[in-house]
Nanobody, 124 residues
């Protein structure tokens, strides 16, 4: 059983930066994958980024590649999403997620655990 808690959301101006955190507790896995998803009002939840916990391999949606960076510290059981050059299309509720498998996945149905979400609002 894994519990995930996101934090760090808020209001940011277009072109600005924000850093989201995800604290992981409960059962620990030696090999698994974690990811970030986001959902805007009236839209489906979409994949943002993923990382293999043990080796640190990363995967990004094309829309955020080069602007967002996913990272983790497995000793501290924490994952981050550094978001730079934010635009209006980046706004929404961001969720961290985890799955038991080692393969990179981009669909919500492939993930086993979810956080409650944190709101990101982009102004101007």
């Amino acid at each position: 059983q894994v519990q995930l808690v996101e934090s760090g959301g808020g209001l940011v101006q277009a072109g600005g930066s924000l850093r989201l955190s995800c604290a992981v507790s409960g059962r620990t896995f030696s090999t698994y994958t974690m990811g970030w998803f986001r959902q805007a009002p009236g839209k489906e939840r979409e994949f943002v980024a993923a990382i293999r916990w043990t080796v640190g391999s990363t995967y990004y949606a094309e829309s955020v590649r080069g602007r967002f960076t996913i990272s983790r510290d497995n000793a501290k059981n924490t994952m981050w999403l550094q978001m730079n050059s934010l635009n209006y299309e980046d706004a929404g509720v961001y969720y961290c997620a985890a799955r038991n498998g080692i393969l990179a996945q981009t669909t919500t149905s492939k993930y086993d655990y979810w956080g409650q979400g944190t709101q990101v609002t982009v102004s101007s």
